[in-house]
């Protein structure tokens, strides 16, 4: 799960950690009284979208002016004037895609007098089983062309939960940052308030882009960027609260409901299919056939016919699927269940576009009868290989 900016910042201030003073707006009527609350005289309107390079990105409607989802102003009238453009507009960054993402919130902040800009980010190491600590003297919107370029520039370290934050930790991450004296010591505060909060609230990734020197001399978090296990959340109601349905895609949150593993994709081909490592071995097949599968959708190992019956409402819900792939190796999923529910799914919401079903395991006879005594147009395949062909096939003709 992911929140806003203006959302993480109140977050690491619960543990201490140093953040600018701002007030986060839905309306842009709201933009004045949030502006007099801060002391200026330089504000910031940030975007809130659930995506990075917002300050290198665009709007795509002219009304919106071209300095990009984060802008400074030097004025009460300019943070008025930003807020009616920004609100509303469609931003597109690299991490949105061409549909963009439309702002719905902004983040009016205090100005801050930057010295220098560093890079910090706390995540997940699964090889490992350990939080990992990447820094970089080379913050700001360009960290990727960094990674990409100069990747020397960029270090790294974990931390040992037996031990968590120790004393060498912070002097690894201030010889990183080439910060001395007084600002090192805050390094090492930073690294540990930091990694308390990400281990407290079961973060995913916690990034600091940019940790900033104040020209007073002082370490702070301009920009928050956080992610939480899903799976953790009911030990975190306060964190579930937070969530933004409106910066997810729809079909991901009726998934959700149903307890469905589901990612949208941009291909032609709706897939469902039971397990992960199966999912991605049809989504392989498709893809060497010469088509791209439309989604992820995992019915998991016990899918009942309820659970079938959502998996292909979502999929069908998709107006660029122009097919289907239903491909089961039953062990504890029994085949006629998915048959059962294939065909309620169909007699719900009808089916328009070339069906192709692979069954097997559990079953399977039983479940292959059903589906061909329904009435139904499906075609059946004897295995992935026979499917992933007829599939691509029916829906190039």
């Not at 977050?11 to 140093?18: A, N």
């Not at 308390?196 to 990034?207: G, I």
């Not at 019956?309 to 999929?315: G, Y």
């Amino acid at each position: 799960m992911n929140i806003h900016e203006y959302q993480a910042k109140a977050v690491l201030k619960e543990f201490g950690v140093p953040v600018s003073k701002g007030v986060a707006i839905m309306q842009a009527a709201e933009a004045e009284a949030a502006a007099h609350q801060l002391a200026g005289p330089l504000w910031v309107v940030k975007s809130q979208i659930h995506a990075g390079g917002r300050g290198k990105g665009k709007f795509k409607e002219a009304s919106a002016g071209d300095k990009g989802g984060v802008r400074l102003a030097r004025s009460i009238d300019e943070v008025k004037t930003f807020a009616a453009q920004m609100l509303g507009a469609t931003l597109v960054t690299v991490q949105t895609g061409p549909a963009g993402k439309q702002v719905n919130r902004l983040y009016i902040e205090d100005g801050s007098d930057i010295e220098k800009e560093f890079y910090l980010s706390l995540l997940v190491d699964r090889s490992t089983s350990r939080v990992s600590v990447v820094a970089s003297t080379e913050g700001g919107m360009d960290i990727e062309e960094v990674a990409h370029s100069t990747p020397e520039r960029i270090i790294s370290f974990s931390v040992d939960p037996a031990t968590g934050i120790m004393p060498h930790h912070g002097r690894t991450l201030a010889q990183a940052l080439q910060l001395q004296g007084d600002l090192a010591k805050s390094a090492d505060r930073l690294l540990r308030q930091l990694y308390t909060a990400f281990v407290s609230k079961d973060m995913d990734m916690l990034e600091i882009n940019p940790l900033i020197v104040t020209t007073q001399g002082e370490l702070r978090c301009l920009d928050a960027k956080m992610s939480f296990d899903g799976n953790a959340m009911f030990r975190h109601p306060e964190l579930a609260a937070l969530r933004d349905e409106s910066e997810e895609d729809a079909k991901e949150i009726e998934a959700s409901k149903s307890d469905l593993n589901y990612i949208t994709l941009d291909g032609t081909i709706g897939c469902m299919v039971n397990g992960a490592g199966l999912a991605m071995a049809t989504m392989d097949i498709i893809k060497l056939y010469g088509e791209a599968p439309a989604n992820f959708l995992d019915v998991g190992g016990g899918a009942s016919k309820e659970k079938v019956t959502a998996a292909f409402k979502i999929i069908t819900a998709d107006p660029n699927v122009k097919g289907i792939l239903v491909n089961i190796f039953g062990g504890i999923m029994r085949c006629d269940v998915i048959a059962e529910g294939v065909i309620a799914a169909v007699k719900d919401v009808g089916l328009s576009v070339p069906l192709v079903v692979r069954l097997e395991g559990t079953n399977v006879d039983l479940g292959k009868r059903i589906l061909s005594q329904s009435g139904l147009n499906v075609i059946p395949a004897d295995d992935l290989d026979d499917a992933a062909q007829k599939i691509v096939t029916a829906v190039r003709h």
